[in-house]
């Protein structure tokens, strides 16, 4: 699948989807050896001090990912680096909040490494994530909608990145383990980032 290029648009590249120098690398398509260089570069990933709190290690979320057929992981790379993962997960949207699992992916374990936040990578990361989604639901016909996520209310600037990255608030969900969380969505017919 092929979307048009232009200004907050998506361009689907062989198996990968890149916004802006922003490239989703599927582990789950990748063999063996490959996998095992995008997990290295995944382990040498750091959090911002604090950040642990909201995410977790970013090698255990890939294994995590790689073992259960639900989730997609991703290994998030720029300039041909990696600067963050995250995690596509099918069937599991009520453990960000939302009413149902199936209308929605779920993006979890989403992560940009410390040394490169700041940057919009974090916006394009989410954006090429929706498209990815996007590809998925349209090759195995499973009827989802767009993706959701829930990101802490003590986390501003990931807030102001998912909204940057189309992100619509969906209102308060309680069952995060580091407190309130934020419910938002983005809906495959919104192709553009604000």
């Known amino acids: 699948m092929t979307v048009p290029e232009g200004p907050g648009l998506f361009r689907v590249v062989g198996?990968?989807?890149?916004?802006?120098?922003?490239?989703?690398?599927s582990l789950r398509d990748l063999d063996a050896d490959a996998c095992a260089i995008q997990l290295g570069a995944a382990a040498k990933l750091q959090l911002s001090q604090g950040q642990e709190r909201?995410?977790?290690d970013p090698v255990r979320m890939a294994l995590a990912g790689l073992a259960e057929d639900s989730r997609r992981p991703y290994v998030i790379e720029?300039?041909?680096?990696?600067?963050?993962?995250?995690?596509?997960?099918?069937?599991?949207?009520?453990?960000?909040?939302?009413?149902?699992?199936?209308?929605a992916w779920l993006l979890r374990g989403f992560l940009i490494?410390?040394?490169?936040?700041?940057?919009?990578?974090?916006?394009?990361?989410?954006?090429?994530?929706?498209?990815?989604?996007?590809?998925?639901?349209?090759?195995?016909?499973t009827g989802e909608t767009g993706v959701v996520l829930s990101v802490?209310?003590?986390?501003?600037?990931?807030?102001?990145?998912?909204?940057?990255?189309?992100?619509v608030d969906h209102g308060q969900y309680n069952g995060?383990?580091?407190?309130?969380?934020?419910?938002?969505?983005?809906?495959?017919?919104?192709?553009?980032?604000?």
Do not use: C
Request: aromatic share 6%; glycine share 16%; proline share 3%.
């Open 152 to 167: 802490n209310e003590a986390n501003p600037a990931g807030l102001a990145a998912y909204r940057r990255a189309g992100f």
């Open 176 to 194: 995060g383990a580091a407190g309130p969380q934020r419910i938002m969505f983005r809906g495959f017919a919104d192709t553009t980032m604000r």
């Open 78 to 103: 720029s300039n041909g680096r990696a600067v963050g993962v995250l995690t596509l997960q099918s069937g599991a949207a009520r453990l960000a909040g939302w009413p149902d699992d199936h209308s």
């Open 15 to 25: 198996g990968g989807v890149t916004l802006s120098g922003v490239w989703l690398i």
């Open 54 to 56: 909201f995410v977790g």
């Open 113 to 141: 490494d410390r040394r490169h936040q700041g940057r919009g990578l974090g916006q394009k990361a989410a954006a090429a994530a929706v498209a990815t989604a996007e590809k998925l639901t349209a090759r195995h016909q």
